[in-house]
C-alpha cells in the first residue's frame, strides 16, 4: 500500500498586461487600451471515495496548473489558467514539506481544499495613464504561483482497528466477519498493507474495520512495519486486540504487554484509546491454560474467547465493539458542538510583502521576494517602466516604511541587484 509520497505541486502564473492603444475611426487620439493578464490556475486536493490508495501519486513527481494568458487589447481580459484538482483518498493528510506545517486533513467524503493560489494576472496599460503620463508605455507582469513541495500522508479513517503480532488470526477474523479477502497463511507478514472491510450487524448497525500489518517489538521506534503500521492505528475509534492463546511459538502475557508497550512509545494517546482483548484459537488443546495463566496476570481484564477458524465466539466482540464505537461517536459530536471551532485547514503564515534591513551607515535593503521577481521584470533603459516600478514601490507602501526605519535624504537604498539614492 503506498500511504507516503512527495509531491512538487506549481500554481500557475499569471498573465502579463497588454500595452495597447486604441485606434478608431472616431478616436484619433485615443489613449492606453491594454487589458489586464489572466489569472494562474489554482492547485486543489479534493477526496474521492473511490481512491482507497495514494498510488497513483507514486510516480508523479509535479502537479502544474495553467498559466494565466497576456491580456489583450480593446481592454480584453486574458485567459485565466485552468485550475488543477488532485483526488486523494478519505483520510488523506496534507503538510508542507519544508516545515512539516498540517495544511489539510481530508477526511470527509467530497472534501476539496484550496493548497497552492494561482498568480494575479498584471494589469495592462489601461491602469497606469495619469495626468503626468497619458500615454503609458508599461503593463505589469503577472504574479508567480505559489509552489510548495508536499507530503502527502495517508492514515485510514476505520472505526475499529485489529492489532496483534503477526498471524495470531486477525484476516482470519476480517474475512469472517466482512466481505474482505486478505490473503491468509501460516508465517508471519502475511499482512505487509491495512485490508479494511464493513461489518454489518443483524440489527443494520455497522462499523468499518481494519485489519492493520502484524506488530514487532521495538515498532514504536520504528523497527520492522513500525511507523508505516502506527500511523493507520490513530484514526481508529477502537481496538481489537487479537492474542494468540494456544502458546504454540509466543507467550500470550508477554505478547499483550509488547503490543501495549510499543502504541504507549510511538504515541501516548493511543494508551487511551478503548481496547478489547480478544483470546483467539481458543480450539487449541492447551488455549485454556494459556488463559487462566493470562487471566491471574490481568484479573480486571474483560477477555473474549473466540476461535476465528470455528466462527466461535465472534458475535460477542463485534456487539462490544459496536457500543464502544457508538459511544466514541456520541462523544466526537458533544466535541463538534462546541462553539470553539476547529480548522482542519490552514495557509502557512505569510511573511510581510517586504523588510527594511540596515546594511551599515546611510545604507538599507529593501528584503522581499515579491518586489525581486517586479525587479527582474524590468528594462531600466526604459524611463517609463523605471517610473512605473518607482511608482509601484510607493504604492506598496515602501517610501513610508523607510522614512519609518530612519533612511535620511542622501542614504542609498538597495533594491535587487540596484543602489539607488533616496530622495524626498
Known amino acids: 500500500m503506498i500511504d507516503l509520497v512527495r509531491l512538487h505541486v506549481k500554481a500557475g502564473d499569471g498573465g502579463r498586461g497588454c500595452v495597447a492603444w486604441r485606434h478608431e475611426k472616431y478616436y484619433p487620439n485615443g489613449g492606453p487600451f491594454g487589458g489586464d493578464g489572466g489569472k494562474g490556475g489554482d492547485v486543489w486536493f479534493q477526496v474521492d471515495t473511490n481512491e482507497t490508495t495514494l498510488t ?9 496548473a495553467g498559466n494565466g494568458m497576456p491580456g489583450l487589447t480593446k481592454k480584453k481580459h486574458g485567459k485565466s489558467g485552468d485550475d488543477v484538482t488532485v483526488y486523494v483518498p478519505l483520510g488523506t493528510m496534507i503538510r508542507n514539506a519544508a516545515n512539516n506545517d498540517l495544511l489539510a486533513d481530508l477526511t470527509k467524503p467530497g472534501q476539496k481544499v484550496l493548497i497552492a493560489h494561482g498568480g494575479r494576472g498584471g494589469l495592462g496599460n489601461m491602469h497606469f495613464a495619469t495626468a503626468r503620463n497619458d500615454t503609458p508605455e508599461y503593463a505589469q507582469p503577472g504574479e508567480v504561483g505559489e509552489s510548495l513541495d508536499l507530503i502527502i500522508e495517508l492514515r485510514l479513517l476505520a472505526d475499529a482497528g485489529l492489532i496483534g503480532f503477526p498471524s495470531v488470526g486477525k484476516s482470519t477474523f476480517l474475512s469472517i466477519v466482512t466481505a474482505a479477502r486478505p490473503e491468509i497463511a501460516a508465517y508471519p507478514f502475511t499482512t505487509i498493507e491495512p485490508n479494511i472491510g464493513v461489518v454489518s450487524l443483524p440489527d443494520e448497525r455497522s462499523f468499518v474495520l481494519a485489519d492493520m500489518p502484524g506488530l514487532i517489538e521495538g515498532a514504536g521506534e520504528g523497527k520492522g512495519l513500525g511507523h508505516e503500521f502506527l500511523r493507520h492505528i490513530r484514526r481508529c475509534r477502537v481496538l481489537i486486540h487479537v492474542i494468540d492463546m494456544s502458546g504454540e511459538e509466543r507467550d500470550p502475557a ?39 495463566e493470562f487471566r491471574k496476570k490481568y484479573p480486571d481484564l474483560k477477555i473474549f474467547e473466540i476461535s476465528a477458524v470455528r466462527h466461535e465466539g465472534i458475535d460477542a466482540v463485534l456487539y462490544a465493539a459496536m457500543a464502544m464505537i457508538e459511544e466514541a461517536r456520541e462523544n466526537e459530536a458533544l466535541l463538534e458542538e462546541e462553539p470553539e471551532e476547529t480548522v482542519v485547514y490552514r495557509y502557512e503564515p505569510k511573511r510581510p510583502d517586504f523588510e527594511i534591513i540596515p546594511q551599515g551607515p546611510g545604507r538599507w535593503k529593501v528584503e522581499s521576494e515579491k518586489i525581486d521577481r517586479l525587479f527582474d521584470t524590468i528594462d531600466f533603459d526604459k524611463e517609463e517602466e523605471v517610473y512605473q516600478f518607482a511608482h509601484t514601490l510607493t504604492r506598496m507602501g515602501v517610501d513610508d516604511a523607510l522614512r519609518n526605519a530612519g533612511v535620511k535624504d542622501g542614504d542609498q537604498v538597495i533594491v535587487g541587484t540596484f543602489i539607488m539614492d533616496f530622495k524626498e
Not at 497513483?56 to 502544474?64: D, E, H, I, M, S
Open 56 to 64: 497513483k501519486l507514486r510516480f508523479t513527481k509535479t502537479v502544474k
Open 254 to 292: 508477554a505478547d499483550y504487554e509488547i503490543i501495549n508497550r510499543e502504541l504507549k512509545t510511538y504515541d501516548l494517546s493511543l494508551e487511551e484509546k478503548p481496547q478489547i482483548v480478544v483470546a483467539n484459537k481458543m480450539d487449541d488443546e492447551y488455549a485454556p491454560e494459556y488463559l487462566d
